[in-house]
């Protein structure tokens, strides 16, 4: 595994109003390791998320994705840098096929534009056709087989999670964020998505994982940083994190001996 | 001549060209949940470009067919049209994207004065009529005339409906656009250039527009800078009709107000007993716009509102 730093996330804040939603946080991930973001509720991990991919601008700090600043892009030459994204509550376009939203995933990665549209030349076609083929493995890739006719609002929950991996990573991401992404899955799903986590990984994606699952954090995180109010409480590797006072406090809610109040 | 069977010609004939105006409207609904109520105007001004360069050409080159002539029309007006919908876009609405609703609805509605307006200053206050260039033949169907015209603007509209859904359907740009128009915020997270997409859809809404505004003005023989005004409103009377955002909807409903539209006015008199005649015709797209808001506020193939999230 190399030890490059792919996403250099430094001194980021974002206040809403007077709220501080994050307070000078950074973070920095390694290309190709799987690096967990945990903490409780309302610490501030999906803020940070929305920071990073351009939906919120920055109230102060920067973040980098393999050296170049991402801070004042539009989410959608974010998404062009190498940067993709699931969401915490599924946000598919339902009424459009499963297939459809991954072949949308490939619009960073395609160029047709309205002439094409409106001449389908020969190259929109070879193009179109591309893009059905690379969305129709993405989706084998993810388990999602004959699928793709199906409305994705009418896929099952668990395929439904899938699908928005195979759109992310239709994108071509250096840097793959999820948010949650096995929220309300039955054991048996939650260990095959941690097993598509971990070929993501031997594939070469570097995985940002946003996961109130401890167990599923701990077994598959490289690195683990905590949040709390906003405040990164530790970073380190899944075990000292688990060990560590202030993150113990943080989940607990009381403050045990010895340790700062944050 | 049988008069049931010649209305639904003139209205299947007059509902197709609401229904190429209605797209417009329907279109931009929805991706920005804007009524762009400049669309009329839009189409207007296509009607005067092209009339402009057809008046131009018969004059410069008397021995052209009128079919080549009015092409030429329509060639030029196409891209007039894309370019001032690519400018009221960026110019008008883009800077109130994230304004509350109302007041890109009132940009709008000022956009479509300030046109109205310079097409007075630009063309004048009377009417501009269309040279008669165009083949009159007529044929007789099932008791009913159809003119060469009539079936040039039903077979033109239809292949433009035809087009416009294969690109929505089958092509990048049409993916991003329903994409965009489901949620702009996670199509921009996948690497859609929403602005684009926006800018997209009024240059294409506004192409189609400039054929109906050629369609209007060829079939009614004149074009004014009050034209846009009453088509605009029965186009977007149309749009609500088929379910406003629907793009089928709107090719649904255009058909059925100018068929509605017509039958009406066929047969006013005798229902009314000579009271009202033919003119009130134009009462009939907001009985209709009134009845579906009152009964069907989503549009005869909308989606329920209330699915919307």
Known sequence: ?262 | MDIFAQQLVNGLVLGSIYALVALGYTMVYGILELINFAHGEVTMIGAMVALTVIGVLAGVAPDLPGVLVVLGGILVAIPACMLLAFGIEKIAYRPLRKAPRLAPLITAIGVSIILQNLAMLIWGRQYVSFPEILPTTKFEVFGAHISLLQIAIVVLALTIMACLWLLVERTRLGRAMRATAQSREVAELMGVNVDRVISATFIIGAAIAAIAGVMVSAYYGLAHYYMGFMLGLKAFSAAVLGGIGNIAGAMLGGLLLGVIEALGAGYIGDITGGFLGSHYQDVFAFFVLIGVLVFRPSGLLGERVANRA
Do not use: W
Not at chain 1, 51 to 56: H, K, S
């Open chain 1, 1 to 262: 595994m190399s030890t490059a730093s792919l996403l250099q996330v430094s001194c980021v804040t974002k206040r809403f109003g007077g709220l501080a939603a994050l307070e000078e946080v950074s973070l920095d991930v390694r290309a190709g390791e799987i690096y967990g973001l945990i903490g409780p509720n309302g610490a501030g991990k999906t803020t940070l998320f929305n920071c990073m991919t351009g939906l919120y601008s920055l109230t102060s700090g920067a973040v980098k994705l393999a050296g170049a600043p991402l801070q004042g892009l539009k989410p959608h030459q974010i998404v062009k840098c190498g940067f993709a994204r699931t969401f915490q509550n599924i946000r598919l376009f339902a009424n459009m096929t499963a297939l459809e939203n991954v072949m949308v995933g490939r619009h960073p990665r395609s160029r047709a534009g309205i002439l094409g549209a409106v001449l389908r030349g020969r190259g929109t076609r070879a193009e179109e056709a591309d893009i059905r083929d690379q969305a129709r493995s993405l989706m084998d890739y993810v388990g999602l087989h004959n699928k793709g006719r199906t409305l994705a609002g009418h896929l099952a929950y668990g395929d439904q999670r899938r699908l928005e991996i195979a759109r992310a990573l239709a994108t071509e991401p250096k840097l793959l964020a999820l948010d949650e992404p096995v929220a309300g899955m039955n054991p048996s799903e939650r260990r095959q998505m941690g097993e598509l986590f971990l070929r993501l990984r031997a594939g070469g994606v570097t995985l940002l994982l946003i996961e109130h699952d401890v167990k599923l954090v701990m077994g598959l995180c490289d690195r683990v940083a905590v949040l709390d109010y906003g405040r990164k409480i530790a970073e380190g590797d899944a075990a000292s994190v688990q060990r560590d006072a202030a993150v113990i406090a943080a989940y607990l809610g009381s403050t045990p001996v010895g340790a700062a109040p944050t």
